[in-house]
């Protein structure tokens, strides 16, 4: 017989932890800490600046915006501060810190307050901002890519070269790019929280072994990549490999998959939404025009975690009604196919369209080399330049792919300079990302002809 007199009616949840947010935020910092580290040892005091400038314009931002809704300071809580370093480990080490400060506001005011605060916002904030700041700002978004080694100062130099998810694809990994040691202990280009896998698993095993966090998403979204790039990359495992260690994977994987707000709570809808993640960045990266695709596949992802638990939900106590695999199997499947005929029409468009643009690209550069170098006759490719031949074959001088520093980012530029080292031509690439002014007056003939028959020191094999 139950004494109703003691039984006790209260609001959920009923079953309660020792674990605070404070605690739970405290941990994920403390697993972030070798990614910064190994940022700083790669980059400078740049990528350290990049980091405390992140941090604190979230924390402000957040007690600004709940002062001003006139709601509980929620500072405490380090909830700001995580987003900070994810959002720093999310940019190049050269980022504007105005832009910074920038996606501080969109991160923290936008996507996180504006819809309630923590717990509320549907999508990461971190991710969320990036995604709009890579929309708004591409060439500072991707200038940073390129960033050099420097271990001391705050100026990083650029380099020619692309990143290392620009280094494989479809036919492997290209030569010339970061070898898998580099990528796994961190001496590459790239955002922040890139350039070493090892500091990443390092924190995420830490989490794992607090029990922050589950080991469900970030295996399963690892696993999908690896057997996915498999089968398309031909069982070619040294790229597999490469696949796993470059770019945000294990950033993404540890630490944005599995938000507590914006990732399923049941075990199957983890798996689904590791397996979901897992085949959109295949696809971005296989074959879309961006080399990374972990953060859009995680906001992806986010949008439909609602529908992953309701499929995923245990059947509620008292209920006679047994699980059906149908309710797992079926949104699956469903998901799958819709993936893979995303590919299969991704794989058909470019395998119609990657010779007609690597032709008019090659007539592109071709016009581009005859343009600056009028008077040559022929043009042989010595790889890293091209020598301009008379008729009678002899050279009278070289033609240069380089790359100038804009203010959208590196601009290409091929230059034309004669056997005595005087500039001959020069046609700019891209100047979409300049600013209306100066930036974009390259494109005029008239701006870019006073450099014609300048000299000045000339390095390689015009010396």
């Not at 923290?108 to 901002?129: C, D, H, T």
């Not at 790889?383 to 001088?397: K, R, S």
Request: aromatic share 8%.
């Amino acid at each position: 017989m139950i004494d109703t007199k003691k039984l006790t009616v209260s609001a959920s949840p009923h079953q309660k932890s020792a674990d605070t947010t404070t605690g739970i935020m405290r941990d994920v910092i403390i697993a972030l800490v070798p990614a910064g580290i190994a940022a700083v040892l790669v980059f400078g005091l740049r990528a350290l600046a990049v980091i405390v400038v992140s941090v604190v314009s979230c924390v402000l931002a957040e007690f600004l915006s709940r002062k001003a809704m006139k709601k509980e300071d929620t500072i405490t809580d380090l909830s700001a501060v995580v987003t900070g370093l994810l959002l720093a480990y999310n940019l190049p080490s050269n980022i504007p810190f105005w832009i910074v400060v920038l996606g501080a506001v969109i991160a923290i005011v936008v996507i996180k307050q504006m819809f309630g605060g923590i717990g509320q916002n549907f999508i990461n904030p971190a991710l969320g901002a990036r995604v709009i700041l890579m929309s708004a700002f591409p060439g500072r978004m991707s200038a940073g890519a390129f960033a050099g080694l420097n271990k001391s100062g705050w100026d990083v130099d650029a380099l020619t070269g692309a990143t290392p998810m620009g280094m494989v694809g479809l036919d492997g990994v290209k030569e010339g790019a970061p070898t898998l040691s580099e990528l796994f202990f961190g001496n590459v280009s790239g955002c922040l929280g890139e350039v070493s896998a090892i500091a990443l698993l390092l924190g995420g095993i830490y989490l794992m072994v607090r029990k922050v966090i589950s080991p469900i998403i970030p295996c399963t979204y690892i696993a999908t990549v690896a057997i996915f790039c498999m089968f398309a990359q031909g069982f070619d495992m040294y790229a597999v490999a490469y696949e796993l260690l470059a770019g945000g994977l294990f950033l993404g994987a540890i630490f944005m998959a599995t938000d507590y707000t914006t990732s399923p709570i049941t075990k199957k809808g983890k798996i689904i939404a590791g397996i979901f993640c897992g085949v959109v960045t295949c696809i971005i990266r296989l074959w879309g025009s961006l080399p990374e695709g972990v953060s859009f596949s995680i906001i992806l992802m986010n949008v439909f975690v609602p529908y992953f638990e309701d499929w995923t939900a245990p059947t509620p106590f008292g209920m006679n009604k047994k699980f059906s695999p149908k309710e797992v199997l079926v949104p699956t499947l469903t998901l799958f196919i819709i993936a893979l005929v995303a590919t299969l029409l991704l794989a058909m468009v470019n395998s119609v369209t990657a010779d007609r643009i690597a032709a008019a690209k090659a007539a592109a550069e071709a016009e581009a080399r005859q343009t600056v170098f009028p008077d040559a006759k022929n043009f042989v490719d010595k790889t890293d330049y091209f020598e301009a031949t008379d008729a009678d074959g002899n050279v009278i001088g070289y033609v240069f792919n380089t790359a100038s520093k804009g203010y959208g980012g590196d601009v290409p530029l091929t230059v034309g300079i004669d056997a005595t080292g005087s500039i001959t031509g020069i046609v700019p690439g891209d100047l979409s990302n300049e600013t209306p002014g100066l930036g974009q007056n390259a494109s005029n003939d008239s701006f870019r002809e006073q450099f014609v028959g300048k000299t000045g020191k000339v390095s390689g094999p015009v010396q």
